[in-house]
């Protein structure tokens, strides 16, 4: 005995006409759009009048002459072209460029192995996450203070240190030869925790079936860390090396709290310099044009990183 099923004649003609079902498709799309812009609309314009505005706004005053007190004057590119021959840029950017060239490598460095130690079964391994990524989320401001007072040279704890172990005490932050490098110690203590969160959370994502297979095959724990660990560690470490590559040109902060650009402007970075011309000397048509030249930089690093990621097959972006 048999039972016929009769389908309706809606469900027939969707079966039958594909037109029909574009159609249907395109109109449930359209409401998935409206209801996902119906979430994030708002803060998408949000996003974008802080940030595409402000943009265009710094690219018109920067080709004025303007200190926000008498009328602005059109001057055309003429600001780029100082510039380029401003040698305290030049400067700046050497400065930052030394920044960037320490703390990126040793921040991922540093990541990387602690990450390790973390990924093991050891006791408050809990706690001891916790800690290495609480300078992470703490005031860049509160930290470059506090590094104020561990730093300075008459009564600082790294000096008292010093002078226990029988060392002599460093002028530190008032040293022109140590004052950048100091700041990048101080960045590293902050910024470090980031990298180990990444490379813990790229660690555990490995497959164990990987692992397994190369000790099986004679692998020591050396030659694993070296041939299977940091290959699949790589698109990670692209990722990081492009954002803490523009957390470094961006350095403001701590110089600010620290040195203020001294001592004899050796600690200028090109952030800094731009709070310089702009807020301190009122040459608000320059700073934005050097703010400018600093998004050049960026953007050419960071294409630079995607490019090499790509060329390599790494895939990180």
Same mark, same amino acid.
């Given at each position: 005995?048999?039972?016929?099923?009769?389908?309706?004649p809606?469900?027939?003609a969707f079966?039958v006409?594909p @037109?029909?079902?574009?159609?249907?498709?395109?109109?449930?799309?359209?409401?998935?759009?409206?209801v996902g812009?119906?979430?994030?609309?708002?803060s998408?314009?949000?996003?974008?009048?802080l940030?595409?505005f402000?943009?265009?706004?710094? +690219?018109?005053i920067?080709?004025?002459?303007?200190?926000?007190l008498?009328?602005?004057k059109d001057?055309?590119?003429k600001?780029?072209?100082?510039m380029?021959n !401003?040698p305290?840029?030049w400067d700046a950017?050497?400065?930052?460029l030394?920044f960037?060239a320490?703390?990126v490598?040793?921040?991922i +460095?540093?990541?990387?192995?602690?990450?390790?130690?973390?990924?093991?079964? $050891?006791?408050?391994?809990? +706690?001891?996450?916790?800690?290495i +990524?609480?300078p992470?989320?703490a005031?860049a =401001?509160?930290?470059?203070?506090?590094?104020g007072?561990?730093?300075e040279?008459n009564?600082?704890?790294?000096?008292?240190?010093?002078?226990?172990?029988?060392?002599p005490?460093?002028?530190?932050l008032?040293?022109?030869?140590?004052?950048?490098?100091?700041?990048?110690?101080?960045?590293l203590?902050g910024?470090?925790?980031f990298c180990v969160v990444?490379?813990?959370a790229a660690l555990? !994502?490995i497959p164990? !079936? $990987?692992?397994?297979?190369?000790? $099986?095959?004679?692998?020591?724990?050396r030659?694993?860390f070296?041939?299977?660990? $940091?290959?699949?560690l790589?698109p990670?470490?692209?990722?990081? =090396?492009?954002?803490?590559t523009?957390?470094a040109?961006?350095?403001f902060?701590?110089?600010?709290t620290t040195?203020?650009?001294g001592?004899?402007n050796?600690?200028?970075?090109l952030?800094y310099?731009?709070? @310089?011309v702009?807020f301190?000397?009122?040459?608000?048509?320059y700073?934005?044009?050097?703010?400018?030249?600093l998004?050049a930089?960026?953007?050419v690093v960071?294409l630079?990183?995607?490019?090499y990621s790509?060329?390599t097959?790494?895939?990180?972006?």
């Open positions: 005995m048999t039972i016929a099923l009769e389908r309706p809606e469900a027939t079966l006409d @037109k029909l079902r574009a159609k249907q498709k395109r109109a449930r799309r359209r409401r998935e759009d409206v812009w119906s979430f994030v609309g708002v998408t314009l949000v996003v974008i009048g940030s595409i402000p943009a265009g706004w710094a +690219f018109f920067s080709q004025k002459k303007w200190n926000l008498s009328p602005a001057v055309g590119w600001n780029y072209q100082t380029i !401003d305290e840029v950017v050497k400065h930052t030394f960037t320490l703390f490598p040793l921040s +460095f540093m990541g990387m192995l602690i990450a390790v130690a973390l990924n093991q079964r $050891i006791k408050f391994v809990g +706690f001891y996450r916790t800690a +990524f609480v992470f989320v005031s =401001a509160a930290t470059g203070i506090l590094a007072f561990v730093f040279p009564y600082g704890s790294a000096n008292d240190l010093l002078r226990r172990l029988g060392l005490s460093q002028p530190w008032e040293s022109p030869t140590q004052a950048m490098i100091v700041i990048v110690i101080i960045a203590w910024q470090v925790g990444v490379y813990l555990q !994502d164990q !079936d $990987i692992v397994e297979a190369a000790l $099986i095959d004679g692998a020591n724990r030659q694993v070296r041939y299977v660990t $940091i290959p699949e790589a990670v470490t692209v990722f990081t =090396a492009v954002w803490q523009i957390t040109l961006q350095l902060d701590l110089v600010y040195t203020r650009g001592p004899v050796s600690t200028v970075t952030v310099y731009v709070y @310089k702009a301190q000397e009122s040459r608000f048509g700073g934005a044009a050097v703010s400018y030249g998004f930089l960026t953007m960071t630079f990183m995607v490019w790509r060329r097959k790494i895939e990180a972006f």
